[in-house]
């Protein structure tokens, strides 16, 4: 018992009001004692006073004590009231006990009375504030209890859970009321937890009172409308005598916590994948997929910037997205959302785009969007057909894809970039390896033969010695400009433009035209190339078919062609029919079939003096335009070169 205790004492005497305030401070300690005449007094300081126990006599000038003590009653009907009177009978005893006092006493003329009231009033004092202590603590529960956002409980350790009490959260949290699950009417473990959750909360919840452990689940119900609800209980077991008794514990709906933990847990997902992508569009097709099936977003693109066209290409969308919104989501002009977001590297949000002036083109409104810059990349844009459809949680959720998104494409650009160097690094060291190969075998014999020339002219002094050394040097020097032309070119080609194709052939004509050849143009053809390459090209075709051809010409009839108009060659360029493309055919001897398969390889040849470069390099020239070579049979027997996948020029 804490603070003094309050005793208001009514008596008409002054003389043993003083008497008896003198004992019961002597008796008790931290007494306050309130005297007065009374009953009319004493219902005065009642209230202002507040008593911890009233002492009344029975018989008083302006009120009887019994009923001074049920105006006392109604004020509090739990305030101890002793009736200490010196009147004392039967009959007043067994009025004083029907009317409910705390206590009835007589007064004596010793001072053991004084004694005895005091050890009553302290009894009964201290009770009361028990009592107090108790109601208050219970009405602070109720009031705690009342304002959790869920129920408290108590049931049975039954798989059924049958509830012996449940707060009255349980209407809000289950559509269900207080009477209905203690009457058991509704089970909440049969009517309420959906059935797929049943047996692991049970073997939960047993694990833990095993070990007399509090217990945490968390498990899915079914509302009383039918919408299913995550929940998250907490509670332990009551025992009595050593045996389990009751569970008591708390439930509180915790779907929007789950609910953002899993998508959550979607987004590191994803973030794990982004990290396995190697292409920036496969990347963002994993972000979209995200967005719709992990995040709930079911209208999402993702649109990157295109330097070529200064714009925000889309790449990557929904289903939704291509059905909502056709083939990309588009925001017309420099201020719409996704150029906003991409410019200003800030996120736009627009809650209901029927209140402002954006305008997106799409079969039906789009009435919510987010538009998240992915840095120097582009965007990603999610949208609804619901006003407002994004909370806190969704933008959160979208900042971590899109920062996740953008350093996936920073890392899948750089990684590509140093794919791309790897690939040309391999390619030079190919081309110099090929070169170095090509250089120690190839030059050999010529330089050999220009050594053993010139050692006959000094042994011998016969000038022809030097003619030919000097035939082997030009060798020499045909064989190095051959192969130094294919270890530079091919790879990759300059500025294009548009060309005729007549005009370049017959440049390159000019470099190779012999007096027993003839060029043909069937057709003209304009085209995009890089002039220097394309007439490289031509003059290697060129010149394969009329040294060939005239080498076999020479060979066939033994005699020189130049005094035959029968064995002249004849080269024809034109437009391919069926596609686009061009074509380069000679009459000549045709390459044997047994050939096709190596005759493009550096320093393969059928002719003894032909470096075997030149098909090589015009296969090189053909690739980096991204065309496709094929050889064929001309119409003539001899060799006919097909190009195709060929760029035209527009007209």
Known sequence: ???????????????????????????????????????????????????????????????????????????????????????GSEQVASDAISA????????????????????????????????????????????????????????????????????????????????????????????????????????????????????????????RDGEVRWLWEQGRGVYRDGELVALEGFITDVTDRTQYRRRLDSVTKTAGWLLETGDRHECAWVAVEAACDSLGFPIASVRLYDEATASLESVAFTDDTAETLNDRLAFPGENGPAWQAFTTGEVQSVSDVSETETRVEAAVDVRSLLALPLGEFGVLVLASPEPDAFDEDDRNLARILSATLQSAVERADRESALRERESELRSQNERLEEFTNIVSHDLRNPVGVARGQLRLAEETGDAAHFDRASEALERVESLVSDMLTLARQGIVVGDTEAVHLDVVVHRAWKAVERDDADLVMESNLGLVADTSRLQQLLENLLSNAVEHGSTSHQQAEGVDKTDSADDRVTVRVGRLADRDGFYVADDGPGIPATDHDAIFDPGYSTDDDGTGFGLAIVARVASAHDWSITLTESDDGGARFEFTEVELAEK
């Not at 004692?33 to 009953?39: C, D, F, L, P």
């Not at 004493?42 to 006599?57: Q, T």
């Not at 108590?154 to 203690?182: A, I, K």
């Not at 509704?186 to 059935?195: A, M, N, R, S, T």
């Open 1 to 87: 018992m804490t603070g003094p205790i309050r005793v208001l004492h009514v008596d008409d005497e002054p003389a043993f009001l003083d008497l008896t305030a003198k004992f019961l401070e002597r008796e008790l300690s931290g007494v306050e004692v309130r005297s007065v005449r009374s009953a009319s007094a004493a219902l005065e300081y009642v209230d202002s006073f507040r008593p911890d126990c009233v002492v009344s006599d029975y018989r008083m000038p302006d009120a009887h004590g019994l009923d001074l003590l049920e105006s006392v009653r109604e004020y509090d009907p739990s305030i101890p009231f002793v009736l200490f009177t010196g009147r």
């Open 100 to 223: 409910g006092v705390t206590d009835y006493l007589q007064k004596g003329s010793g001072t053991e009375q004084f004694e005895l009231l005091a050890n009553r009033i302290e009894k009964a004092a201290e009770a009361y504030r028990t009592r107090a202590a108790f109601e208050e603590t219970e009405r602070m529960v109720s009031t705690l209890i009342s304002n959790l956002p869920g129920m408290v409980y108590r049931c049975l350790n039954e798989p059924t859970w049958p509830m012996e009490f449940v707060s009255e959260g349980c209407l809000d949290l289950t559509g269900y009321h207080p009477e209905q699950l203690e009457g058991q009417d509704i089970l909440w473990g049969e009517d309420i937890i959906l059935d797929v959750d049943q047996e692991d909360m049970w073997k939960e919840v047993q694990r833990a009172l095993d070990t007399a452990e509090p217990f945490e689940v968390t498990y899915r119900i079914r509302r």
